[in-house]
């Protein structure tokens, strides 16, 4: 009997650790940097190494559910350049992909001020419009782009709004509010037979 206890005692420290190791949480635009601290307060079997300062301006708002830290973490990332990588002692290490001391950062809304998600944001060379780099918006409508540039035409853009051009020299362009675009559409006739059949 005592053996019994002992065992199911030690099956339930084991299930707890790893119940322990998964991560359910609401973050609202927090910083990557503090969103990953709160997940290292979570878990006693990673290890994860970043440098605070250089993910303090990727802002996150993502519902986790549920998942294993590195899932979490992939979670967090998104469409940000932002890599993570695995060691085998159980390190996670997460790093900006574009290594610069200056971020493109701001918000795109709707007509309404309500933010859109996946808003794409291109930034073009002011001489010749030509491709430097881009990135997308957050749940939140917030982007940072990491940007090596002193001046970029910004341009932002969604699925059924007009695009929006920007000349961009500082690092915080505030909030884009983009328009639905207006599509006419040509009058339309429908011709046709109607066909009778006898039974």
Do not use: W
Not at 2 to 21: H, P
Not at 160 to 167: A, E
């Amino acid at each position: 009997m005592k053996r019994l206890l002992i065992i199911t005692l030690m099956l339930c420290a084991l299930v707890n650790n790893v119940m322990a190791q998964r991560i359910t949480h609401n973050f609202q635009n927090v910083s990557m940097s503090d969103a990953l601290k709160y997940i290292q307060q979570q878990t006693t079997k990673h290890k994860i190494v970043f440098i605070y300062n250089e993910l303090e301006d990727f802002k996150v708002t993502t519902s986790v559910h549920n998942k294993s830290v590195p899932e979490a973490i992939k979670q967090l990332i998104g469409f940000y350049p932002i890599r993570m990588t695995q060691s085998g002692n159980n390190e996670i290490y997460v790093e900006c992909t574009h290594k610069s001391n200056r971020h493109l950062t701001g918000k795109v809304v709707d007509e309404k001020g309500l933010p859109l998600e996946f808003a794409d944001v291109r930034l073009l060379n002011p001489s010749d419009s030509s491709y430097i780099t881009g990135g997308v918006t957050n749940a939140s409508g917030v982007f940072v782009i990491p940007l090596d540039k002193s001046q970029v035409i910004a341009k932002f853009s969604y699925i059924g709004y007009k695009p929006v051009y920007k000349l961009c020299s500082r690092e915080n362009v505030g909030t884009i509010q983009l328009e639905i675009e207006a599509t006419q559409l040509g009058e339309v006739t429908v011709k046709g037979e109607r066909i009778f059949t006898q039974v």
